[in-house]
């Protein structure tokens, strides 16, 4: 059984995890959780750690252990650092010989996702069995290849046996965002309910909040809730990159943003596709020269 599933005891401290409420996650208290709980929610708790930039801890906590899901966790923290090659090599490696692993699955998926190893990841998460984690990475996937239609399947299949799970209601919610028109507003009102409740919200709710804002056209009300989250947490990159999108919509100076993002993530992907676009529009401006009449 999923050991996050809504009939274990780890459900609070997991839905903490997915909501965004990290530091909320690390001051759960886990001394009444079974023994068999105990690794699955260290394993959640290092995740949080790994979430909230603190991946040398991480990787200090995990310093030779032997259990798969704790290599899988170093893992993670070493591709957050940077060290990309040997995460991915351990990943790799684990895929081999704990493929029936949850955590090996959901972590190794997610480090060969962001490695760019899309079909490598999917064919670790397909081996699940329940898992709503494994479900939600799936479907992030799918929406990352541009693959709605693969999105909404796995969507839907879920729906089917975990009901009113958050990470369904989420799920749905990401793809609701990609189908677009009434989909916006039901994907606002999952997102509103976490960002403005105090026992749920997160700099995540509210940044997920403001995209379906924007969507819909309420960009005061978008505006409003980037400012709650950078307020938050000054350097949360994805809340500057929204707000950077933003302020180009509205037809203001992004320069400032442009510069906050750089400083607060290098390579922040709107900052990657940027730069490539920049360079397309530069190689493809030199075939063309002013022509000056006379």
């Not at 995460?87 to 060969?112: F, H, M, P, Y």
């Not at 996937?141 to 796995?154: F, S, Y």
Request: glycine fraction near 6%.
């Amino acid at each position: 059984m999923d050991p996050y599933s809504a009939e274990g005891e780890l459900i609070n401290i997991h839905n903490h995890f997915h909501q965004g409420q990290y530091q909320e996650v690390l001051d759960f208290d886990t001394s009444s959780f079974s023994a068999e709980n105990a690794l699955p929610a260290r394993v959640i708790t290092l995740r949080a750690q790994i979430a909230l930039g603190q991946a040398e801890d991480a990787i200090a906590d995990v310093q030779g252990e032997s259990e798969p899901e704790l290599l899988a966790i170093g893992a993670l923290a070493e591709f957050s650092l940077g060290k990309k090659d040997a995460a991915v090599k351990t990943i790799e490696e684990l895929a081999s010989s704990a493929s029936d692993n949850q955590t090996v699955q959901v972590i190794g998926g997610t480090v060969l996702q962001a490695a760019g190893k899309s079909e490598e990841a999917l064919a670790l998460l397909s081996q699940h069995s329940g898992s709503l984690d494994a479900v939600a990475l799936i479907t992030q996937i799918h929406l990352q290849q541009n693959r709605t239609d693969l999105a909404l399947k796995e969507v839907t299949s879920a729906r089917r046996w975990a009901q009113d799970s958050l990470l369904v209601n989420l799920a749905e919610s990401w793809v609701g965002l990609r189908i677009g028109g009434d989909k916006y507003q039901q994907s606002f009102y999952v997102f509103e309910e976490l960002a403005q409740a105090p026992s749920t919200s997160s700099i995540v709710s509210l940044v997920s909040q403001a995209v379906c804002e924007l969507h819909l056209g309420r960009v005061e009300e978008a505006q409003s809730a980037l400012e709650q989250a950078i307020q938050k947490q000054p350097e949360y990159a994805e809340a500057i990159a929204n707000l950077l999108a933003l302020t180009v919509i509205i037809g203001k100076d992004p320069t400032e943003l442009t510069s906050s993002l750089k400083k607060a993530s290098p390579q922040h992907p709107f900052l990657v596709d940027l730069e490539e676009k920049s360079e397309l529009f530069d190689k493809a401006a030199t075939k063309y020269s002013a022509k000056v009449s006379a």
